[in-house]
């Protein structure tokens, strides 16, 4: 089974830099997801990290510990528009067309 | 630009009714998954299928039935309606994880 943790919700200042945490106890690993869901919308896809280490993506970065069982979203220069649910998703080693989630970070940004 | 199409948007349902919610993609991604989500909760898989005429169970799916006829289409059955199914249900479709979501079909069991 997948056991997926992440804090319930943050808040920041527009502008700043936000990390968002996500530990992850499974039978089995294969990736590691992040999404992006506007109150009331569908999750959109952001990120993939599959090895150790940091991906980059504009303003957005995704880390992964694979030893550590841990991942992290960092949002840069944070915008208003990045208030928003943040989910983490596990793909299952066993078998591959299998995704689990998060319970999502709802990250509140203020001016 | 139409991506995934889910129908309806919204719907009642009293116990015991059964309905199809339909899904289709029009990318010509094998992969498709159908999810719940429950208010202040992450998603949980009920059905998926990796290409026509293949489906398969996912963490919760009691109380649903799925078919894959054609790339394009993953309908998703509700027979005998119970409150416990009252959720935002998505569609989802990918290469094979899950990239693009449907807007989500919010089912109400009354």
């Known amino acids: 089974g997948q056991n997926i943790d992440q804090p319930t919700e943050m808040t920041a200042t527009e502008g700043a830099i936000v990390q968002i945490n996500c530990t992850y106890q499974?039978?089995?690993?294969?990736?590691l997801f992040w999404y992006q869901q506007h109150a009331g919308e569908a999750p959109t896809f952001l990120s993939y990290?599959?090895?150790?280490g940091l991906e980059e993506k504009g303003r957005f970065s995704s880390f992964l510990s694979r030893s550590k069982g841990y991942s992290y979203l960092l949002l840069k220069e944070l915008q208003m528009k990045d208030s928003a649910s943040y989910l983490c998703a596990v793909r299952d080693q066993g078998n591959f067309n299998k995704f689990y989630f998060g319970s999502g970070t709802k990250l509140n940004v203020k001016p | 630009n139409a991506g995934v199409t889910q129908t309806p948007k919204f719907r009642i349902l009293k116990i015991g009714q059964s309905m199809t919610l339909q899904c289709a993609q029009d990318m010509n991604h094998n992969y498709m998954y159908w999810y719940r989500q429950d208010p202040g909760m992450g998603l949980k898989l009920i059905y998926y299928s990796v290409g026509a005429g293949i489906t398969d169970k996912g963490e919760v799916p009691n109380g649903y039935n799925v078919s894959r006829s054609t790339t394009e289409d993953f309908p998703l059955r509700l027979e005998l309606a119970a409150p416990s199914q009252t959720s935002v249900y998505f569609c989802a479709s990918g290469v094979p994880q899950p990239q693009h979501f449907g807007d989500g079909t919010r089912l109400s069991i009354l």
């Open positions: 990290n599959v090895l150790d």
């Open positions: 499974t039978s089995g690993f294969n990736g």
